[in-house]
């Protein structure tokens, strides 16, 4: 069989790990899909920047057309990111034939649903693996390993550098702004850390997660996301002191067909397998109506994690090349999307308050919850040591988001509410 | 296009829960693959017996060769379990055309490569997820999710009830035959424990597992096993104290392409990922050269579980049968195999000793491994609560097998060393 020719949009630290695993592993990779695969040609910004990777300055190119367009090039392995541009060239190569790999969460989460479809339409494979968790398969597994299976809940730690920034939160007592600093030194955050810490790329990734694990196109509107950004040692300190650590967590559910996707700083009982995963590790926990309890950790990010999906990618569609079935994995998402209502989604709830410390305080405050039907699994009241008033800590029983924001709201009125200082979801 | 036929050799605890996903599932399976999945015939012991499932008498037969030779029967899901019948079954089943899902790693373990050579020639499939591991997709992983990388280490904790003893040993300081007895009431092991407890199991998954993971056909006499049976509420104890959690791991290690396989009681070091999987749980920890730390875990065992590995090998045989590209998965195992020799195989080792109070004696001891270069991470000297004579408790750094093997050989002829308590490796 004649060498399958690469079209590589994009020669940053991934793209640079693709050329090393591709040509370090040429011999392996041919041996399982039986012929050679070549990087035939790079899309880079600058032809004459040096690289630490050796590469033939005649496969580089700054036009991206003379890829996309190339008459010998089969796939196309896109890991510039960037949404509009990235598009156009990903539609304008699948209605040439091309099939496409790519590690393009922000695409694959605002326009998958469009390449699929286009992807079909031509007969062209969209593999997506390295878009969500890195190295870790999570893509292959929710859509083949439980095939057969009923996923009711994803809970995914898929941003590293949001779980870096807890881990030395709760490990080293230190501040959000100092931790920020120094990740950012490290080159775990971006100097513009937004999306990261907003959690606006955790929503983007499980956009893809619950719209392959639930078969429904789940849109990124649909994700509600809150970040870390205001998250303070103490209540890291009030986490650990409940037997909790604070995770920033995607959490899919499912219940009778009706879904709800979110993002938000978690607390999660000690006990759960995703409450040890640290530091920039990424860790996708999914609950099956028949298989149970299952993790699935890893990299999340990083040259060679990343590539490591890619290339996998890469041999599955050269493998389907081969058997010439590409562009025929079927559709992935062909239940009707029914969201669930803040009526109707619930899970358990931690507030920390800050209240005037004088009789009757606790009762007022407990009543309110009764008046929403809000039950409480534990109350806690002590004295704020930095001010001349009492702090609350409550957990409460399964509660639906929307008692808990009238609940909220009624304390905005109570004077002796001082502040409402946290409130997080609480797993496992 | 026609319904899709299976035959299902066995109907227990597993046979039951396949029965009840392809039945309670039916309409989403028929979605993904195009075509219902109908279960025509079902091999039982007894076909009177009553059970807690319905299925039309019609169906059930006792005559395996009933199923093997039907003609409308396109896949057979063997679910028996035994070796050498079901192999007979499987082998002509192949020849006829017919695909093979099995959940039986002692089939697959001891006779793997001839049963997959035979599906080759008549272009069928054989799947067997189920075979290790439970619900984990780790074959898929391992052989789809990794095929781009070399993976160089894989340790499982793929046996349940082992690890249920230990854990249950660890977290209630309890004896080993007190936690077996309860977990043979609990039906967590077997009447006659032995192939769980001595080791046997895990080997047969580890054989499955290397050969996927180093691409190389490493046979069950290759993989060395040691079991749990002589592992003492102090062992555990110790390995608490010095920050450890005694686990019995298959290990499978590939250096420069050279291999190692092997099953026994090791101490893993809390903080590394494998150690907190506890109870009935399994768990595969998997380093490649690019992808890093790795690890996929879930339920081992159990009805539906199981069930979910074998139904979606199920629906990946029903696609390749619609794209008419069955038996084409390539071979797995294409490298020659080198199996590193005792001098090759390197690890920490624990040794806990019992010897005289006297002056001299730990000199004597440490001169021992210093005469096989075995150096030592720490030594802790501690007189023995039970008898009049000393405990002595050593780590030592990376050593070979065999230098172990001579240093234990020397101290049977050393009068100061009055027992050799326990060995175990130490990982993490």
């Not at 541009?85 to 605002?110: P, Q, R």
């Not at 893509?139 to 095939?147: A, D, K, W």
């Not at 304390?411 to 002796?416: A, E, G, I, M, T």
Request: net charge negative; charged share 25%; hydrophobic share 40%.
């Amino acid at each position: 069989m004649r060498p399958v020719k690469v079209g590589l949009l994009g020669l940053g630290t991934v793209g640079t790990g693709v050329v090393r695993i591709v040509e370090g592993h040429q011999e392996d990779l041919q041996t399982q899909v039986g012929s050679p695969i070549m990087i035939e040609k790079v899309l880079v910004q600058n032809k004459s920047k040096s690289r630490n990777i050796s590469i033939s300055p005649d496969k580089l190119t700054e036009d991206p057309w003379e890829i996309i367009r190339h008459p010998e090039i089969d796939v196309i392995v896109e890991v510039m990111g960037g949404i509009e541009h990235t598009k156009e060239y990903i539609l304008e190569a699948l209605s040439l034939g091309k099939h496409v790999v790519t590690a393009n969460k922000d695409l694959m989460a605002l326009h998958g649903a469009e390449i699929l479809a286009k992807a079909q339409e031509h007969r062209c494979d969209v593999l997506y693996e390295a878009s969500v968790a890195g190295g870790i398969p999570i893509i292959r597994t929710l859509v083949e390993g439980f095939s057969s299976d009923r996923i009711t809940k994803i809970m995914g730690i898929v941003n590293g550098t949001t779980n870096y920034i807890l881990t030395k939160m709760s490990q080293e007592g230190a501040s959000y702004a100092d931790v920020l600093k120094e990740a950012q030194e490290l080159g775990y955050a971006e100097a513009d850390p937004t999306s990261d810490v907003e959690g606006l790329d955790a929503a983007r990734k499980m956009t893809i997660l619950s719209t392959l694990g639930f078969r429904s196109n789940v849109a990124l509107e649909d994700v509600s996301a809150q970040g870390i950004s205001s998250v303070s040692k103490e209540d890291i300190l009030y986490a650990k002191r409940l037997g909790y650590e604070l995770k920033l967590l995607g959490i899919a559910e499912r219940q009778d067909d009706q879904i709800s996707v979110s993002v938000q700083p978690t607390m999660v009982k000690k006990s759960h397998p995703i409450a040890s995963v640290n530091g920039v590790f990424n860790a996708v926990y999914v609950y099956g109506e028949a298989v149970g309890e299952t993790m699935f950790y890893g990299a999340g990010a990083g040259e060679l994690p990343t590539a490591t999906s890619i290339v996998a990618d890469l041999v599955a569609v050269v493998k389907n090349l081969k058997l010439g079935v590409n562009g025929k994995q079927g559709a992935v998402a062909y239940k009707e999307k029914k969201l669930k209502t803040d009526e109707q989604i619930s899970s358990k709830y931690f507030l920390l308050l800050h209240v005037a410390d004088r009789a009757g305080v606790l009762a007022r405050i407990t009543q309110v919850f009764a008046d929403f039907e809000v039950s409480l699994e534990s109350v806690l009241q002590q004295p704020n040591p930095s001010n001349p008033e009492a702090e609350i800590i409550i957990i409460t029983h399964d509660a639906s988001k929307a008692a808990i924001q009238k609940v909220l709201g009624e304390f905005k009125s109570l004077d002796v509410v001082h502040k409402v200082k946290s409130v997080y979801r609480v797993e496992g």
